[in-house]
């Protein structure tokens, strides 16, 4: 397994939530886990620290990132910037099967057991709503952002709290695009993006 395998395997492990934030990476434990030498993990994990998913201890050992207060605020500024353009192009274009289809998608997403489906459902939901802003970079941006997100899911089980505020924020959503208020429904998504990315800040966890 080369470099490049062994830090997407890594990465997908912490935004996945297996690996939380402060669990410590060790080169010899990671080497015997994928059977290379340390070279490829040291690689990796270099690699990971350099894009901010590792930090480095006083000790000098990696360990996983999680967001600052300041860095949750940057993400959740970045997102409803890009996300707000997207509704705003699409919302002249939605019709009543697209929000029949968001509201199904967040039916479905107050019931579900499984982080990973739960992140599926919401990836559709939102990309029902702006997948006809005809911007493709623009949705491909957006859905890199929400990579970041990732771990927020892990903080919205079936029957919490959390997870009925999800449902009631997409809803709001929904319910200002159908009566196109344009300005309501920008509002409503900035406010479920602030509570989105909050979940992250390493105050929470």
Do not use: W
């Not at 990132?65 to 890009?82: D, F, M, V």
């Not at 491909?140 to 919490?160: F, H, N, T, V, W």
């Amino acid at each position: 397994m080369d470099t490049n395998l062994i830090a997407t395997a890594l990465r997908r492990e912490i935004e996945g939530g297996s690996l939380p934030p402060g669990t410590v990476l060790k080169q010899e434990l990671l080497a015997e886990r994928f059977g290379v030498s340390r070279q490829p993990v040291r690689q990796a994990l270099d690699r990971l620290l350099a894009s901010g998913l590792l930090d480095r201890r006083p000790d000098r050992s990696l360990a996983v990132a999680g967001l600052t207060e300041e860095q949750a605020r940057e993400l959740a500024e970045i997102r409803a910037a890009l996300e707000s353009m997207a509704l705003r192009a699409a919302l002249p274009l939605l019709g009543d099967s697209d929000l029949r289809k968001a509201r199904r998608l967040n039916e479905d997403l107050i019931e579900e057991d499984d982080p990973a489906a739960l992140e599926e459902l919401d990836v559709a939901f939102h990309r029902t709503l702006y997948g006809r802003c005809g911007n493709r970079r623009l949705l491909s941006m957006i859905d890199e952002l929400r990579r970041e997100s990732r771990r927020a899911y892990l903080r919205q089980p079936k029957g919490s709290n959390e997870r009925v505020i999800l449902h009631a924020e997409h809803r709001a959503i929904i319910d200002a695009c159908a009566r196109r208020d344009e300005a309501e429904a920008l509002k409503a998504l900035s406010g479920h993006l602030q509570m989105t990315t909050a979940r992250l800040a390493r105050k929470g966890e």
